[in-house]
């Protein structure tokens, strides 16, 4: 069993719309979940990481975690179309373990 | 600038011809690591080093090696490349691993294997 799982997706989505993006994990054992976003050709850069439960809020960008059913979530609100991207869910404990990413398109 | 520095960007080589990825970051980082991105796979981890004393094998190590004679490079071999080792290859590093460890990528070596 994958440590994460995510929906590969792809989402196309209108400008202003809200994204609403979602993983699983497998080991509750787990406490900082991360999402990093990918620009086409280029590497992935940390977005926003959580510590245990609840929720984190930057901006546009809302990342949650319940722990209780293993579900990471990423919300962007007022999604613009700079907010193309993929999206990766990862999962922490002595090392990375990523999700499959997510391609997001924000039409203008 | 901070920042980790993969080369070559772009690779095509043949089935067997031994080639090496460099991979260099500026950020006296202690911990070091090398992915591959296929479709629908998403990112896995290769190897990776701890420390320059410390490296490891990651989820998909067959076929690769690598060195970390000093602490700033980290890079990948592939000794004799088949063409199921064509993939996006990203070299990262990060302060230290575990925990909220960030991890800084490198762009990325698109390499093909015919």
């Known amino acids: 069993q994958k440590e994460v799982e995510q929906d590969p997706g792809p989402l196309s989505v209108p400008e202003g719309a809200i994204v609403s993006l979602n993983c699983t994990y497998s080991n509750s054992a787990f406490q900082y979940f991360m999402w990093y976003r990918q620009y086409s050709r280029k590497g992935p850069e940390l977005l926003m990481y959580?510590?245990?439960?609840g929720n984190k809020e930057d901006g546009r960008f809302t990342a949650q975690v319940d722990k209780s059913s293993k579900y990471i979530s990423l919300f962007i609100r007022d999604s613009q179309p700079s907010d193309s991207a993929t999206y990766l869910c990862?999962?922490?404990?002595?090392?990375?373990?990523f999700g499959a990413g997510t391609t997001v398109t924000v039409r203008a | 600038e901070a920042q980790v520095t993969q080369n070559p960007r772009y690779l095509i080589t043949v089935t067997g011809k031994k080639l090496t990825v460099t991979c260099s970051q500026n950020?006296?980082?202690?911990?070091m690591s090398w992915y591959r991105q296929d479709p629908g796979l998403g990112l896995r981890q290769i190897y990776y080093s701890m420390n320059v004393e410390v490296t490891d094998k990651g989820d998909v190590p067959e076929g690769y090696k690598v060195s970390r004679k000093e602490k700033r490079n980290f890079p990948l071999i592939l000794e004799s490349p088949s063409p199921n080792q064509t993939s996006l290859y990203f070299c990262?590093?990060?302060?230290?691993?575990?925990?909220?460890?960030?991890?800084?990528f490198g762009e990325g070596s698109r390499l093909t294997v015919l």
């Open positions: 959580t510590y245990s439960s």
């Open positions: 990262a590093s990060s302060l230290a691993s575990g925990s909220a460890g960030e991890l800084f």
């Open positions: 950020m006296n980082h202690e911990y």
């Open positions: 990862a999962v922490n404990d002595y090392k990375l373990s």
